[in-house]
């Protein structure tokens, strides 16, 4: 079995969200539909935790978001992870993601390293490889903004 946890994910507005949507329906008319999980709105991963700190996380979270503003992101890049099998679009690091990124985590150790992405595409190396050219054409940088905060259990 898998292993369970939570994951932080700031979610994208809705200018964002249609834009990426966009691309990723150029994708699929290409025929590349990828593994990712569906129905998640476009996002950005701030920090995963394990199950049982549910409670401490919802408490912090409640606290974070008293105090949340929106956070500008500029989506102008686009990149694949070590291994070939995630396609993304990224943003520009600024200090408002970071810290909020760095209030969400907790201190808790995270498996990898903080890297501002949004999943365009997961799948086979050579999937992804093949679609790159198709995102390449359809890919254009943006301004955006962190509108919300939710929890998923995966």
Same mark, same amino acid.
């Given at each position: 079995?898998?292993? %369970?946890?939570?994951?932080?994910? +700031?979610?994208?507005?809705?200018?964002?969200?249609?834009?990426? %949507? %966009?691309?990723?329906?150029?994708?699929?008319?290409?025929? *590349?539909?990828?593994?990712?999980?569906?129905?998640?709105?476009? @996002?950005? %991963?701030? +920090?995963?935790?394990?199950?049982?700190?549910?409670?401490?996380?919802?408490?912090?979270?409640?606290?974070? +978001?008293?105090?949340? *503003? =929106?956070?500008?992101? @500029?989506?102008? @890049?686009?990149?694949?992870?070590?291994?070939?099998?995630?396609?993304?679009?990224? $943003?520009? #690091?600024? $200090?408002?993601?970071?810290?909020?990124?760095?209030?969400? =985590?907790?201190?808790?150790?995270?498996?990898? $390293?903080?890297?501002?992405?949004?999943?365009?595409?997961?799948?086979? $190396?050579?999937?992804?490889?093949?679609?790159?050219?198709?995102?390449?054409?359809? *890919? #254009?940088?943006?301004?955006?903004?962190?509108? #919300?905060? @939710?929890?998923?259990?995966?």
């Amino acid at each position: 079995m898998a292993e %369970s946890f939570i994951c932080l994910m +700031a979610d994208l507005d809705e200018g964002v969200q249609k834009n990426m %949507s %966009s691309w990723y329906e150029e994708l699929q008319k290409e025929g *590349f539909t990828g593994a990712q999980t569906p129905d998640l709105p476009y @996002h950005i %991963s701030l +920090a995963t935790y394990p199950l049982e700190m549910e409670e401490e996380v919802v408490e912090n979270i409640k606290k974070v +978001a008293a105090e949340f *503003f =929106q956070v500008e992101v @500029h989506l102008s @890049h686009m990149g694949m992870f070590a291994g070939g099998q995630v396609l993304f679009a990224a $943003p520009e #690091r600024n $200090p408002e993601l970071d810290k909020l990124q760095k209030t969400c =985590q907790m201190g808790v150790p995270q498996q990898y $390293p903080f890297t501002p992405h949004t999943t365009i595409l997961i799948d086979k $190396p050579e999937v992804v490889q093949t679609a790159i050219p198709t995102f390449v054409k359809c *890919f #254009r940088p943006m301004v955006g903004k962190v509108t #919300r905060l @939710h929890l998923c259990a995966f």
